[in-house]
Nanobody, 128 residues
Framework: VQLVESGGGLVQAGGSLRLSCAASGRTFISNAVGWFRQAPGKEREFVATISGGSGLSTYYQTYYQDAVKGRFTISRDNAKNTVYLQMNSLKPEDTAVYYC?????????????????WGQGTQVTVSS
């Protein structure tokens, strides 16, 4: 599966952005998908994850890094084979390259090594 992120850009502190992660090659309905970020000089870190779909259910488990809880929301539209990350109340410390990744499992995980497929990343810059 190939993943392509979009939606990054430059925004002032307090602003919002919505990142998209579109999959091609095959559907990733049953795969957990995560968002990670990497700031200059820092290691890549977990941001948020959403579980895979299960039959006709629209219930998904989600999990967030503490620093983004209440500000970021992860969601997925299986009809479009796309996962989103809505980012509100952005802070300068949110500045990073954001990556989406798909796991080979259904369940959520914050562990980078659980994710096998990665996008190329999209830059998010938050000015103060």
């Amino acid at each position: 599966v190939q993943l392509v992120e979009s939606g990054g850009g430059l925004v002032q502190a307090g602003g919002s952005l919505r990142l998209s992660c579109a999959a091609s090659g095959r559907t990733f309905i049953s795969n957990a998908v995560g968002w990670f970020r990497q700031a200059p000089g820092k290691e890549r870190e977990f941001v948020a994850t959403i579980s895979g779909g299960s039959g006709l259910s629209t219930y998904y488990q989600t999990y967030y890094q503490d620093a983004v809880k209440g500000r970021f929301t992860i969601s997925r539209d299986n009809a479009k084979n796309t996962v989103y990350l809505q980012m509100n109340s952005l802070k300068p410390e949110d500045t990073a390259v954001y990556y989406c990744a798909a796991a080979t499992r259904w369940g959520i995980s914050s562990v980078i090594d659980e994710y096998s497929y990665w996008g190329q990343g999209t830059q998010v810059t938050v000015s103060s």
